[in-house]
C-alpha cells in the first residue's frame, strides 16, 4: 500500500500563487508515475498534470500550460505542484496520485487539498 498526503491548498486570489506538495509513504517503490488530479465544482475530476518516474513531466491540460509546474523530490518521497498565474477556473480540490505499473493506472490517491481562487 502507499499512503498520499497532500498539502499547500487554501485561498489565493487571481494571479496568486500556490504551491502543492504531496508526501508518499509505504511502498514506495511500487510508484511509477504520479499526477496532479483536480475536481472542480460541477465538473468532472480531470487530470492536471502528469510526471513520469524519471522525473519528466509528460502531460499538462491545456488550461494550466505555461503557468504549471509539476516536479517530484524522490530523495524527499514528495509530489508537487507549483501553480503561479492563478485563475477562478482553477478552483478545486486537487488530488495527488500514483500510478501502480502493475495494474497499469492510478490505484493510490491522496484526501485532497482545496485550492480557492478568488478574483
Known amino acids: 500500500q502507499v499512503q498520499l498526503v497532500e498539502s499547500g491548498g487554501g485561498l489565493a486570489q487571481a494571479g496568486g500563487s500556490l504551491r502543492l506538495s504531496c508526501v508518499a509513504s509505504?511502498?514506495?517503490?511500487?510508484?511509477?508515475?504520479m499526477g496532479w488530479h483536480r475536481q472542480s465544482p460541477g465538473k468532472e475530476r480531470e487530470l492536471v498534470a502528469e510526471?513520469?518516474?524519471?522525473?519528466?513531466?509528460?502531460y499538462y491540460v491545456d488550461s494550466v500550460k505555461g503557468r504549471f509546474t509539476i516536479s517530484r523530490d524522490d530523495a524527499k518521497n514528495t509530489l508537487y505542484l507549483e501553480m503561479n498565474n492563478l485563475k477562478p477556473e482553477d478552483t478545486g480540490m486537487y488530488y495527488c496520485?500514483?500510478?501502480?505499473?502493475?495494474?497499469?493506472?492510478?490505484?493510490?490517491w491522496g484526501q485532497g487539498t482545496q485550492v480557492t481562487v478568488s478574483s
Open positions: 510526471i513520469n518516474s524519471g522525473g519528466k513531466p509528460t
Open positions: 509505504g511502498n514506495i517503490f511500487i510508484i511509477g508515475a
Open positions: 496520485a500514483a500510478w501502480d505499473p502493475h495494474v497499469d493506472e492510478y490505484d493510490y
